[in-house]
């Protein structure tokens, strides 16, 4: 089993002050590595108006020698969201990035709100000519279209470059189920590759078996190369009454040696829920990147980072 | 082009249809068998959800002199999708295409939105069973939204020529709200994409296969090709993006271009040779062309007014 060492929450939005569209949550970390700082993009939410929320992604920046020392967050939102009937009209959430060359690159979920379920989400694409403050879409449209396997709720990109390929992980929904009279997404890993970062060809297939039900949901497949093999730290939840402990997220664990083909062994991932505090009922939307010869885990902790993420280091290696 | 027309041909109202549909036959689309036509529609009922319409796929078989009816559908067609799918909400149009002993079928699926009305998509189905029934490639379609196809990817038409699957289809472009108190109007226009299978296509992605006549708000639809006579022949439809409901002369019109190479297109609408009628079924607008060919003659299949709420019509190339 892997040993992650908690070093509490880093960041809570809501202490957050002149940014009325940065309220609450601070989901889905992904972090930019500068010389002196790391760049942590995570997505945020204004007051929920008529009861229905945006999501803008945001970044803060932290000192590189000390994680857990704040240096700036963002003035405004990275990215705009989508004009009218645009699949990202309502949100952009979540957000993953890739320095190439003068570019950085964002791939991210959009959303868009339906009569018969409440939203559906789209992944695209989106470039920054200023070293990642702000991002410009490459066209109205999103870049991964759906497909008949692939029937709708695109979302949780994670795009990583390995074997002079990109690769996309992401997740696609397969069906809508009924708690409590709302329709609730199950969704599940997948992933697609590209030569040039445009075009993409998808696996076709669900990347992780399910352990804990058939509808399991899926989320933030994070892939990190480590010791001759691919590790995958995400996070998974029940179908129903997900919204707790009992049935909440938690951070799951598989490995690979062709980014195919996994193993899912939950039982190595080595970090769970804690007994009191900021994350004493769910985990969720890790992501494992390595800094200065240490690898850390960025995560959110109870209702899905509405208060913020968390910082984990692991003891030993992958 | 001359076109002669031969009337309207079916009424969905003096029928009974499956899946409780009463009113609408909206895009007719053939299948030639050897001794009758089976035209396909979208019809329509209501949902007693909301009260508003889901359009159904079915069929009227007719012979071959277009004036004896000799039965219509009865029973589901193809069904509709399931929840949060593409085509929940609707299956309009279908487009069928014979390959080997299947029957390709092109839908064109509409979902329900909050800030607009309505997003489509192109699905993929099959008949085995000469197209009383199609089974579905998946829950979601084989050709949606892209970089710069942005929404309403739909209307396919897909013909195989020199052994490449072709199809035309209807991309959005704008969403916009043009008056007070409206709800937002779309501007859409006709793609081109190819495929080696049918199945898997490659897009042009945002670029018009056909240019604009009117304005940047023009929206054009239903492209429908036909071979004749060493060329190739498109007609689509055609009106302004606002008030087309209620202004006939803002309302849908049939648009023509023609082309020797399947990629480069030559608008000339003066030649497409059929307007409105002075009165009648389609005296206020005409939409929804499909072509085809039978015995050697060329057919052109039609709505008219009212989007085609009381049935559609006929019409035959004179030379």
Known sequence: MFKWEKLGKIFDPTTTVERPWLKEFSQAPATLIFNDFVRVYFSCRPPAANGQYVSYSAFVDLDRSDLTKILRVADEPILKLGGLGEFDEFGTYPVTVYRNHDEIVAYYAGWTRCESVPFNTAIGMAISKDNGKTFKKVGPGPVIPYSPDEPFVLSGPKIRFFNNKWYLFYIAGNKWVIDNNRPEPVYKIRSATSSDGINWTKTNKNLITNTIEENEAQASPDVFFSNGQYHMFFCYRYSLNYRGKDKGYRVGYAHSKDLVNWVREDEKVGIDISNSGWDCEMISYPHVFELDGSIYMFYLGNQVGRYGFGLAKLNGKL | ?319
């Not at chain 2, 029928?15 to 409780?20: F, G």
């Open chain 2, 1 to 319: 082009m001359k076109w002669k027309k031969l009337g309207k041909i079916f009424d969905p109202t003096e029928h009974k249809l499956p899946n409780n549909c009463v009113e609408y036959a909206q895009s007719p689309q053939v299948i030639v068998k050897d001794d009758f036509i089976r035209i396909y529609f979208s019809t329509r009922k209501i949902d007693p959800k909301n009260g508003k319409f889901l359009s159904h796929v079915s069929f009227v078989d007719v012979d071959k002199t277009f004036k004896n009816i000799i039965k219509t559908a009865d029973e589901t067609v193809i069904p509709l999708g399931k929840l949060g799918a593409f085509d929940e909400h609707g299956i309009f149009p279908i487009n069928l295409l014979e390959h080997n002993d299947e029957i390709f079928a092109y839908t064109c699926g509409w979902n329900r939105r909050s800030s607009v009305s309505v997003d489509t998509g192109i699905g993929f189905a099959r008949s085995f069973d000469g197209g009383l029934t199609f089974e579905k490639l998946g829950d979601g379609p084989i050709l949606g939204p892209s970089i710069n196809e942005p929404f309403l990817v739909g209307d396919a038409f897909v013909k195989k020529y020199n052994n490449i699957f072709h199809m035309w289809y209807m991309f959005g472009t704008k969403w916009q709200i043009y008056g007070d108190n409206t709800a937002p109007d779309r501007t859409y226009k006709i793609g081109h994409a190819t495929s080696n299978d049918g199945i898997n296509w490659c897009k042009e992605d945002g670029i018009q296969a056909v240019p604009d006549k009117l304005n940047p708000d023009e929206s054009m639809a239903l492209p429908t090709v036909v071979e004749h006579d060493s060329q190739y022949h498109m007609l689509f439809c055609y009106r302004e993006s606002s008030d087309f409901r209620s202004v006939s002369s803002r309302g849908y019109r049939i648009g023509y271009a023609f082309s020797d190479d399947l990629i480069h297109w030559t608008r000339d609408d003066n030649k497409v040779g059929i307007d409105v009628s002075f009165d009648g079924w389609d005296s206020e607008m005409l939409c929804y062309p499909h072509l085809f060919k039978c015995d050697g003659k060329v057919y052109l299949l039609y709505n008219g007014n009212e989007f085609g709420r009381f049935g559609f019509g006929l019409a035959v190339l004179e030379d």
